[in-house]
T-cell receptor, first 113, second 119 residues
Framework: AQSVAQPEDQVNVAEGNPLTVKCTYSVSGNPYLFWYVQYPNRGLQFLLKYITGDNLVKGSYGFEAEFNKSQTSFHLKKPSALVSDSALYFCAVSHTNAGKSTFGDGTTLTVKP | GAVVSQHPSRVICKSGTSVKIECRSLDFQATTMFWYRQFPKKSLMLMATSNEGSKATYEQGVEKDKFLINHASLTLSTLTVTSAHPEDSSFYIC???????????????FGPGTRLLVL
């Protein structure tokens, strides 16, 4: 079985400040980890993924995530938040690259000017 | 990136009627598509895996006779909510995997979702 936990329902940051959205996972074998963003009444947009290799993954819109195997975490980060980053963020895990994923409950990010 | 479309984007129907939702991969072929259901301010719940040319694989607790899935071609999967009831009201999202540029790996692309309201 695989599972994902996003411990924060809501994250609030000021524009220009760094942001972190937390994610921990549980999966048998090597994990495939993903971050998606969802704007209101829209589908999900892919941000980045970790399959193997460098623990620091860079993705779209200046986001990056760090894979930490010992802590089973895959936190999403951005050095300087924008108001336009305000959205719902989902972390997901799979045991294959193109198989079905299990999603976290989502974290609402609000960036205030 | 690859584009996945859904039609309709929004549908309102009376209780007891059936509703069909289409999911299309516009610029790539998808042998597998996924159907998700999302409740307000909640995560995505995987309903089923749609396989081109064969039966869909349903997740535990999802009624296959209630949610009919047909994946008739490499670019089209349909979800039919039969005899819809108000509790079926939800946001339905499909997805498909496509190779990224250069074919290095696959990325899951999501449709824009379909808002179903059953009165």
């Amino acid at each position: 079985a695989q599972s994902v936990a996003q411990p924060e329902d809501q994250v609030n940051v000021a524009e220009g400040n760094p942001l972190t959205v937390k994610c921990t996972y549980s999966v048998s074998g090597n994990p495939y980890l993903f971050w998606y963003v969802q704007y209101p009444n829209r589908g999900l947009q892919f941000l980045l993924k970790y399959i193997t290799g460098d623990n620091l993954v860079k993705g779209s819109y200046g986001f990056e995530a760090e894979f930490n195997k010992s802590q089973t975490s895959f936190h999403l980060k951005k050095p300087s938040a924008l108001v336009s980053d305000s959205a719902l963020y989902f972390c997901a895990v799979s045991h294959t690259n193109a198989g079905k994923s299990t999603f976290g409950d989502g974290t609402t990010l609000t960036v205030k000017p | 990136g690859a584009v996945v479309s859904q039609h309709p984007s929004r549908v309102i129907c009376k209780s007891g009627t059936s509703v069909k939702i289409e999911c299309r991969s516009l610029d790539f072929q998808a042998t597998t598509m996924f159907w998700y259901r999302q409740f307000p301010k909640k995560s995505l719940m995987l309903m089923a895996t749609s396989n081109e040319g064969s039966k869909a694989t349903y997740e535990q607790g999802v009624e296959k006779d209630k949610f009919l899935i047909n994946h008739a071609s490499l670019t089209l999967s349909t979800l039919t909510v039969t005899s819809a009831h108000p509790e079926d009201s939800s946001f339905y999202i499909c997805s498909a995997f496509s190779l990224t540029a250069g074919g290095a790996s696959e990325t899951q692309y999501f449709g824009p979702g379909t808002r179903l309201l059953v009165l």
